[in-house]
């Protein structure tokens, strides 16, 4: 019955394919982030990158930024790594099914000032506003992506931009990810909806950018299994399906990839509109050609307002409680019949006006920006409303140098005034080329003091997390980063040192506590790729993790990860990359998990020390335009002291099994019309 569904889904999703193209004629993580949140566009490896003009193929220029940034990406269209193209990085865990709630193995705090409302396991799937690209392209450009998995796992991931004349722009993405999971009431499914906007007028003195964006995240949650040793219990159980979990009521439970019911899980509702306006004073230029003359306008003085709007819905409900199931896992007392109901609602307005003034005519990189932001907050626990009100300052100077050598950044926020006032984020960094293509050189550092997320005030929040009476104190988290590439030698290396004090955690699965001690975590990472013969190549990340001052987070000491690969151009318009993928990580205590907060719980008991490293086969191919990922994962988990069955499951934390063997097949597809 699967494999029928699977087939008449790729059929659909085909159809999909032909309309979506007909229309463009018509009318077209390990995931790396920067130190201010946005995404780092992979360098195109394969060279293959659709900026370059091919009189065998479409042609088209383009290009994009992220937003808030200058810097400018080409599209990438390497294939040597799945995890570019995956939504979740290497370096996170998840809870054993695609879209549940993950993690990072790498130690990464959360870093911003003023309101949060504390809900972050399931970020990684989430559209953010920092990430958005906003294109500039010559031609309509469409990129479609399914995913097909194990169980009936499936992702839909949809992109189309183009420009409607000269001067406006838009893009829109659409992902989908459905997961039936393979263990009981385990299913996901997550909708993800991006809608952007960039005009420019004819006298180029005036722009706009309008971003929607909107997440729907739901995620049943079973609590993990009753009984670790289920998976291998004399093959008494030859489907995980069968294994009873710790939440959940059985007579709920179902695997139909079409039936999207949370009965017992949460789920999160978030939608942002932003609307940003531009009007620059500067000088008029013009550049003459022998049979064009081209208009130029260098702005001096922009005069910018920024209005946005969020709205957030957090939800855990179990409409089907199981009596015993509560009193003997959670210690609660509920009634089968009664519904177990948590909802924390916000909506925020944020009000922001800079000044922006351009020291140098020909270097738009080049910027001094001054602001001050007005936002009100108005939420809590449903239906409910606690009120804020905060005044801010923001400020950001800007110096890349006309032959791209130095790139300055200075910026910072502070709220002044209101419910989050002392709240503040400092920021510097300074890159510099190391030469035509050495590589490069960036040092920086980062100081954030922030007020405690709102789920651990109990005064304001419906969530179990209990503090005690205790009214936490601001978090303040100092980082240092340094990075280094050295593009001859195939080599890059990483390192981030932390100091953390008044850290918030989880002790348990209603209790939160604050860590008054200071600590320090140093993170340092290194990547290289050699080549070990004409076609074999060898990918090596790892990474090093030490803490000092006995603090409350546990982090594995060395991750790595390494794919050999036989790759390469074989015909003229087939690339190859096929090979083994190996992760391995040391033994630590992995936090828990609360399904009732959505929060990692740090504990001290349970150990994946007896994990075994994970190992995939890949084969990765391009021909053109489209790319193919085949994929077998946790080849690892197979048990020969049982039958040869995949039952020796690896444990991402304390009771939840991470996926056994796992099949996927996806396709990438672009299309320029």
């Known amino acids: 019955m699967h494999n029928r569904l699977s087939f008449y889904i790729i059929c659909l999703v085909l159809c999909c394919m032909a309309s979506l193209s007909a229309f463009a004629q018509d009318d077209v993580p390990a995931r790396n982030f920067d130190n201010r949140g946005r995404p780092v566009a992979k360098k195109d490896s394969a060279n293959m990158n659709l900026q370059h003009r091919d009189a065998n193929a479409d042609s088209i220029t383009i290009s994009y930024h992220y937003f808030d940034s200058t810097k400018t990406y080409k599209i990438d269209s390497s294939i040597s790594d799945f995890y570019q193209r995956y939504p979740v990085s290497y370096n996170y865990t998840d809870l054993g099914n695609f879209g549940s709630a993950a993690r990072s193995m790498i130690f990464m705090p959360y870093m911003k000032p003023g309101f949060d409302a504390g809900f972050h396991a399931f970020d990684v799937y989430k559209f953010r506003i920092e990430d958005t690209k906003l294109y500039t392209t010559t031609r309509p450009y469409t990129e479609l992506a399914y995913l097909l998995g194990s169980k009936a796992e499936q992702m839909i991931d949809l992109m189309h931009t183009q420009n409607r004349n ?36 004819k006298s180029k003195r005036y722009n706009n950018t309008l971003i929607f964006i909107t997440n729907k995240i739901q995620s049943s949650e079973n609590g993990g299994i009753q009984v670790d040793t289920a998976l291998k219990s004399d093959g008494s159980f ?62 001096r003085l922009r005069l910018q307002h920024t209005i946005q709007f969020t709205r957030e819905n957090y939800e855990f409900h179990d409409y089907a409680p199981v009596d015993t199931l509560y009193n003997k896992y959670y210690n609660l007392s509920i009634s089968n019949n009664d519904t177990l109901l948590y909802r924390d609602q916000w909506a925020r307005l944020n009000n922001e006006f800079a000044v922006v003034s351009f020291p140098e005519k020909k270097n738009q990189n080049q910027f001094l920006k001054l602001g001050a932001g007005y936002e009100m907050i108005a939420g809590g626990f449903y239906p409910y409303k606690t009120k804020y009100n905060n005044v801010y300052f923001t400020g950001e100077y800007r110096n890349r140098t006309r032959n791209k050598k130095w790139d300055l950044v200075l910026s910072g926020r502070l709220y002044s005034a209101g419910a989050y006032a002392g709240d503040y984020d400092a920021y510097g960094s300074l890159e510099r080329l190391l030469g035509s293509n050495k590589g490069n050189l960036l040092i920086g550092f980062q100081n954030v003091n922030r007020s405690q997320s709102a789920i651990f005030f109990n005064s304001v929040s419906a969530f179990p997390v209990l503090t005690g009476g205790e009214n936490f104190k601001k978090e303040n988290v100092s980082k240092a980063f340094a990075s280094i590439n050295f593009s001859k030698l195939n080599l890059s290396l990483v390192g981030n040192y932390y100091i953390v004090s008044n850290y918030v955690y989880m002790t348990d699965f209603y209790r939160a506590q604050q860590e008054a001690a200071l600590f320090n975590v140093l993170h340092v990472g290194a990547l290289k790729k050699i080549q070990l013969r004409k076609h074999w190549f060898w990918y090596i990340e790892a990474h090093f993790q030490q803490t000092a001052g006995n603090p409350p987070i546990n982090v594995p000491t060395v991750l790595t990860r390494h794919r050999f690969a036989f790759e390469g151009n074989f015909f003229k318009n087939l690339y190859l990359s096929t090979g083994l993928e190996v992760k391995y990580y040391t033994g630590y205590n992995a936090d828990n998990y609360s399904p009732f907060s959505g929060q990692f719980i740090f504990q001290e008991n349970i150990s994946t020390r007896a994990n075994r490293p994970e190992i995939n086969a890949y084969l990765n191919f391009r021909i053109k335009s489209f790319k193919g990922f085949i994929r077998g994962e946790n080849i690892n988990s197979v048990n020969t002291e049982d039958g040869f069955r995949f039952t020796r499951n690896n444990f991402s934390a304390p009771h939840y099994p991470q996926r056994p063997f796992w099949f996927r097949v996806g396709i990438w597809w672009n299309f320029v019309n």
């Open 166 to 201: 000269a001067n406006l722009n838009f893009s829109f993405g659409f992902r989908l990810i459905n997961a039936p999971g393979a263990f009981k009431n385990q299913n996901t499914n997550h909708n993800n909806i991006r809608f952007a906007l960039g005009y420019t007028g």
């Open 238 to 299: 030859s489907d995980p399906f069968s294994i009873q979990t710790r939440l959940g009521n059985a007579s709920q439970f179902s695997r139909n990839p079409f039936s999207v019911k949370i009965t017992t899980g949460n789920e999160y509702k978030e939608t942002t509109i932003l609307f940003r306006q531009q009007y620059d004073f500067g000088q008029k230029d013009s550049l003459v050609t022998d049979s064009l003359t081209y208009r130029l306008f260098y702005p």
